[in-house]
């Protein structure tokens, strides 16, 4: 069975600009979450999305946004990009089932570097 | 809210000795879980072990083992017959036994191991 995988693996962009960041979850995987790792820092909860919808967020603004597709892949997409924005950017997928959060399969991350 | 301290960012042990990280949580909820996960220089987060709250009995994994102590509100990991693949950022991380799938992480401990 294939794992999380994230793509890109790295970037660069710069202030103001967009970015869209891709996840495919764990096969069997119904639930994605994202979260932010800044250098030096332990990962920081986004949000998560199951059945296509966002059903949990944490403290992060509106330009942080997600989507989650049938096949319960996701994009992280970030506008009006900052400088505090530099961070590793993790997805984890999990099983259905009320344990499923229990058994988080992470990405190896995407780290965007803002110039 | 929960809030999750590793007072340790760095750690080292030699080879085969026995280390034991630390993590205190900070929490009103009954329901609730604690993790400690593993993050390799550049490869992706894995689970290293997991305590239910409900549980007395602390949890262990094989070399890994943990001191679950409810009241005192700490989760340290023990590690023995330390192999050098162990070197990694290790996290301690709570998730509320609610439907949110949410992990708050510490900081992190950076383990070393001396051959």
């Known amino acids: 069975e294939t794992g999380v995988t994230q793509s890109p693996t790295h970037l660069i962009k710069t202030r103001g600009q967009q970015v869209t960041l891709r996840c495919s979850s764990q096969?069997?995987?119904?639930?994605v979450s994202w979260y932010q790792q800044a250098l030096g820092q332990g990962p920081q909860f986004i949000f998560q999305?199951?059945?296509?919808?966002?059903?949990g967020r944490g403290n992060f603004p509106p330009r942080f946004s997600g989507l989650q597709f049938p096949n319960y892949s996701s994009e992280l997409n970030v506008n009006a990009l900052e400088l505090d924005d530099s961070a590793l950017y993790l997805c984890a997928s999990s099983p259905p089932g009320a344990s499923g959060a229990n058994v988080l399969t992470f990405g190896a991350g995407s780290r965007l570097t803002v110039l | 809210a929960q809030t999750v301290t590793q007072s340790q960012p760095e750690m080292s042990v030699q080879e085969a000795e026995t280390v034991t990280l630390s993590c205190t949580y900070d929490t009103s909820e009954s329901d609730y879980y604690l993790f400690w996960y593993k993050q390799p220089p550049s490869r992706q987060m894995i689970l290293v072990i997991r305590?239910?709250?409900?549980?007395?009995q602390n949890a262990t994994e094989n070399r890994f083992s943990v001191n679950f102590q409810k009241a005192a509100k700490s989760f340290s990991l023990k590690i023995s017959d330390s192999q050098l693949g162990d070197a990694a950022m290790y996290f301690c991380?709570?998730?509320?036994?609610?439907?949110?799938?949410?992990?708050?992480f510490g900081k992190g401990t950076l383990l070393t191991v001396n051959p």
């Open positions: 096969s069997g995987h119904n639930t």
């Open positions: 999305y199951y059945r296509e919808e966002e059903n």
């Open positions: 991380a709570y998730r509320w036994g609610g439907s949110n799938y949410k992990l708050t």
């Open positions: 305590q239910e709250a409900y549980k007395q």
